[in-house]
């Protein structure tokens, strides 16, 4: 079992919507199908009910939802303590790309002056996902657009 394909299953298993969580991955629904299919036959229990309603979680499906989340943060863990002991740290930034905030650049730019020991990585993601990763845990902060207050 790959930690790609339990960030997969927990796409689904949150967005119980196989087209919405391909589109927060990034990538097409298909192969996200095929990928959730060879999970639940290596798993050898069904953890998704799928009807022309929807998706909804088995009991199984949910108690594996739990499990991967808790997997998926342990190894996220792991990768920042490695970065640690090895002198270098990362931070991940998700941005909306339609945005292209020139704002949000420079305040990236600034800290990478600020912290040179420090990688800054920036995640760009569309309006389907408009936590920009945070939600799902592929970031460490968002910028993201909030709502006008301005009146006409």
Same mark, same amino acid.
């Given at each position: 079992?790959?930690?790609?394909?339990?960030?997969?299953?927990?796409?689904?298993?949150?967005?119980l919507?196989?087209?919405?969580?391909?589109?927060?991955?990034?990538?097409?629904?298909?192969?996200?199908?095929?990928?959730?299919?060879?999970?639940?036959?290596?798993?050898?229990?069904?953890?998704?009910?799928?009807?022309s309603?929807?998706?909804?979680?088995?009991?199984?499906?949910? #108690?594996?939802?739990?499990?991967?989340?808790? !997997?998926?943060?342990? *190894? =996220?863990?792991?990768?920042? %303590?490695? @970065? &640690?002991?090895?002198? #270098?740290g990362t931070?991940?930034?998700?941005? !909306?790309?339609?945005? *292209? =905030?020139?704002?949000?650049? %420079?305040? @990236? &730019?600034?800290?990478?002056?600020?912290?040179?020991?420090?990688?800054v990585?920036?995640?760009?993601? =569309?309006?389907?996902?408009?936590?920009?990763?945070?939600?799902?845990?592929?970031?460490?902060?968002?910028?993201?657009?909030?709502?006008?207050?301005?009146?006409?």
């Amino acid at each position: 079992m790959e930690l790609r394909t339990l960030r997969y299953f927990v796409a689904v298993a949150e967005e119980l919507h196989f087209g919405r969580a391909a589109a927060r991955l990034h990538m097409s629904q298909p192969p996200l199908s095929r990928a959730i299919q060879r999970l639940e036959t290596d798993l050898g229990i069904a953890l998704l009910h799928r009807s022309s309603a929807g998706v909804a979680l088995t009991p199984a499906g949910a #108690t594996m939802l739990d499990e991967a989340r808790t !997997l998926l943060r342990q *190894a =996220d863990q792991m990768r920042v %303590r490695m @970065a &640690a002991l090895a002198g #270098t740290g990362t931070i991940t930034i998700g941005m !909306l790309a339609d945005s *292209a =905030d020139p704002g949000a650049m %420079r305040l @990236a &730019a600034a800290y990478r002056r600020e912290h040179p020991d420090v990688e800054v990585r920036i995640r760009e993601t =569309d309006l389907t996902d408009p936590t920009c990763g945070l939600r799902a845990g592929l970031v460490d902060v968002a910028l993201t657009r909030g709502r006008s207050t301005r009146r006409a």
